[in-house]
């Protein structure tokens, strides 16, 4: 079974406007950590925002978002205000277990084409 | 500063060849990382390493080696490449603990086998 799943292949948004990208997890640990990379066309991966499995509020970067519905075992991006430098793919990833006994591995997901049009 | 510093940047190798992809940081992380990233999709863990001297399999260990002798060198070595290894390989750093803490990734090595 997956353990990181973005349903989203690709998604469009209109400049200025805010978009969703989703993430779903599977997990029996009760400590663990989501983070959302943005990968743009040159390749490199930018990390944006972090959610702990503990945290009680949603994170929030800047106009990053993180929609934690732990019940649901999701944790959804939301990208305010959108830019056409937010063009990119997007990659939902979690590590299982504390960051000690993990070693911080990560699983990602098959990531999120995001495309803002002007 | 650096951070992560993957070399080389491009590489085309025939099948058969071996070569060694390099990754340094100077973040004095004691966590480093190897993934793949093939075509439209995810990164993989191919091995990690906690310290100088102690490395273990990640998801895809099949076809590499690593080894890691300081703090600041994990490098990544293929062995017989097969065209099944052309992908883009990221290495990641990241300290210890600290749960909250990201990886951070150098620009990746771009690896065609043909």
């Known amino acids: 079974a997956q353990k990181i799943t973005q349903t989203q292949p690709g998604m469009f948004v209109q400049e200025k406007e805010a978009v969703t990208l989703d993430c779903t997890y599977d997990t029996s640990d009760q400590s663990y950590g989501l983070f959302w990379y943005k990968q743009p066309s040159s390749g490199e991966m930018i990390f944006l925002i972090y959610q702990g499995s503990y945290d009680e509020q949603n994170a929030t970067e800047g106009r990053y978002s993180l929609n934690f519905q732990k019940a649901r075992k999701s944790a959804n991006l939301v990208i305010s205000a959108s830019q056409l430098g937010d063009s990119a793919m997007y990659f939902c990833?979690?590590?299982?277990?504390?960051?000690?006994?993990?070693?911080?591995?990560?699983?990602f997901g098959q990531g999120t084409i995001l495309t803002v049009h002007p | 500063n650096a951070g992560v510093t993957q070399t080389p940047k491009f590489r085309i190798l025939k099948i058969g060849q071996s070569m060694t992809l390099q990754c340094t940081q100077d973040?004095?992380?004691?966590?480093m990382y190897w993934y793949r990233q093939d075509p439209g999709m995810g990164l993989k863990l191919i091995y990690y390493?906690?310290?100088?001297?102690?490395?273990d399999k990640g998801e895809v260990p099949n076809g590499y080696n690593v080894s890691r002798s300081t703090t600041e060198d994990f490098p990544l070595r293929l062995e017989l490449a097969a065209p099944s290894q052309t992908s883009v390989y990221f290495c990641a750093s990241r300290p210890t603990g600290l749960s909250h803490q990201p990886q951070h990734f150098g620009d990746g090595t771009r690896l065609s086998i043909l």
């Open positions: 390493s906690v310290g100088a001297g102690i490395t």
């Open positions: 990833a979690m590590r299982e277990g504390r960051g000690g006994t993990s070693y911080g591995k990560l699983t």
């Open positions: 973040m004095n992380h004691n966590y």
